[in-house]
Nanobody
Framework: QLQLVESGGGLVQPGGSLRLSCAAS????????VGWIRQAPGKEREGVSCISSSGGIPNAAESVKGRFTISRDNAKNTVYLQMNSLNPEDPAVYYC???????????????????WGQGTQVTVSS
């Protein structure tokens, strides 16, 4: 069974930074397109960023472009989401998800993932 485990969430002040991690223990994450999806209370899920398996090309939604960066460390079998300049629109539960894909480019708002982690809470407050 494919398992994804997120970590790195927490409380940060507006303008601060966090780095989320998504680790896989039962499969090789580099073979999958991996994304970060967030959901705030009362709002729909929003795909914020993804990175393709083939070539590892990252992509980000307009709402986070220039602030959030997704990356892979294949040696650690981990995908990261570096979040900078966090603002009051960013608090949510952030989920890591994966799908087996050979596409060179992923679109964060339209990827259909098969495997999901449990999520990690991000809170932005002064």
């Amino acid at each position: 069974q494919l398992q994804l485990v997120e970590s790195g969430g927490g409380l940060v002040q507006p303008g601060g930074s966090l780095r989320l991690s998504c680790a896989a223990s039962t499969f090789t994450l580099s073979y999958y397109t991996v994304g970060w999806i967030r959901q705030a209370p009362g709002k729909e899920r929003e795909g914020v960023s993804c990175i393709s398996s083939s070539g590892g090309i990252p992509n980000a939604a307009e709402s986070v472009k220039g602030r959030f960066t997704i990356s892979r460390d294949n040696a650690k079998n981990t995908v990261y989401l570096q979040m900078n300049s966090l603002n009051p629109e960013d608090p949510a539960v952030y989920y890591c998800a994966a799908v087996s894909s050979v596409s060179r480019l992923c679109v964060p708002t339209s990827v259909r993932y098969n495997y999901w982690g449990q999520g990690t809470q991000v809170t932005v407050s002064s």
